[in-house]
């Protein structure tokens, strides 16, 4: 597969979160600031410890699943909404017009109310052959504001290695 020439930029990039009802309810995030971060990915999705005898390493070895760490920003205008649609507020607290959200964490897993985040880059339009689509399906959200001219508001989400299935790179 060849490597595109067109780079990817912040307005190439969609962020979409889903619940798990049997129609899932979906928000496209209007108003981010193309600043995605995820951190914590490696082969396998495991912690790794090193051990050494007398400062030289002997071994390596995976040792539990590791979370992978979420971050964005919005604008407060997206978050907080002007009353006429559901607010990316209302989904991460599942209130109003997602009060009835179903967690994607089936619920032996836990209590915790999670949601999928799904990034989609475009590349049809730059000559790939597909978008390119990173889902996580398992992701609980803390939010943090800040006044400033927008207002913003700082989402930080933890994907949780669950099952087999929950990241996807396609």
């Known amino acids: 597969m060849?490597?595109?020439?067109?780079?990817?930029?912040?307005?190439?990039?969609?962020?979409?979160?889903?619940?798990?009802?049997?129609?899932?309810?979906?928000?496209?995030?209007?108003?981010?600031?193309?600043?995605?971060q995820v951190s914590n990915l490696n082969q396998g999705h495991k912690t790794r410890q090193v051990f050494k005898s007398r400062g030289a390493?002997?071994?390596?070895?995976?040792?539990?699943?590791?979370?992978?760490?979420?971050?964005f920003t919005a604008d407060a205008v997206s978050f907080l909404g002007d009353g006429s649609t559901a607010t990316l507020y209302e989904a991460l607290m599942k209130l109003g017009a997602w009060s009835t959200a179903v967690s994607t964490l089936p619920s032996p897993a836990g209590d915790t109310y999670c949601l999928t985040l799904q990034f989609t880059v475009e590349r049809t339009?730059?000559?790939?052959?597909?978008?390119?689509?990173?889902?996580?399906?398992?992701?609980?959200?803390?939010?943090?504001?800040?006044?400033?001219?927008?207002?913003?508001?700082?989402?930080?989400?933890?994907?949780?290695?669950?099952s087999t299935d929950f990241i996807a790179h396609t």
């Open 2 to 36: 060849a490597n595109p020439s067109s780079p990817m930029i912040p307005r190439d990039g969609v962020l979409v979160i889903k619940d798990n009802t049997g129609t899932p309810k979906t928000l496209t995030i209007a108003y981010d600031g193309g600043d995605l």
């Open 57 to 71: 390493t002997y071994s390596v070895r995976d040792v539990e699943a590791q979370e992978i760490g979420i971050q």
């Open 125 to 162: 339009n730059f000559g790939g052959s597909a978008d390119n689509v990173e889902t996580f399906k398992y992701v609980y959200f803390d939010v943090d504001f800040a006044e400033g001219v927008p207002g913003k508001f700082t989402i930080k989400g933890t994907a949780v290695n669950y």
